[in-house]
């Protein structure tokens, strides 16, 4: 079983940026990509960004040049660095390990 925990949200002043944790701690199987999502209240979770093992990493259009997504360590654990942060990029933000190990979330919240 594998344990997925985020760390690093909080309020941000649009233009702003924030650094978002993810460690990925348990019994692996496989060695997996990591990957971040998020979801705006009342909106359906999307995919940010992903980092599989020594492959390029891949972004949602919405945040390609803002956002830069870390190769994952060998502790399992990879950050998402987010730069120029706008109101509408508040949400939760959810790591995955693999296909179906999540995280609980962390709130970004930025302000305009």
């Known amino acids: 079983q594998v344990q997925v925990m985020e760390s690093g949200g909080g309020l941000v002043q649009a233009g702003g940026s924030l650094t978002l944790s993810c460690v990925a701690s348990g019994r692996f199987r496989t060695r997996d990509g990591m990957a971040w999502y998020r979801q705006a209240p009342g909106r359906a979770r999307e995919w940010v960004a992903t980092?599989?093992?020594?492959?390029?990493?891949a972004y949602t259009d919405s945040v390609k040049g803002r956002f830069t997504i870390s190769p994952i360590t060998i502790e399992n654990t990879v950050t998402l660095q987010m730069n120029d942060l706008k109101p509408e990029d508040s949400a939760v933000y959810y790591c995955?390990?693999?296909?179906?190990?999540w995280g609980q979330g962390t709130q970004v919240t930025v302000s305009s």
């Open positions: 980092r599989t093992r020594g492959g390029v990493p």
């Open positions: 995955r390990y693999g296909e179906l190990a």
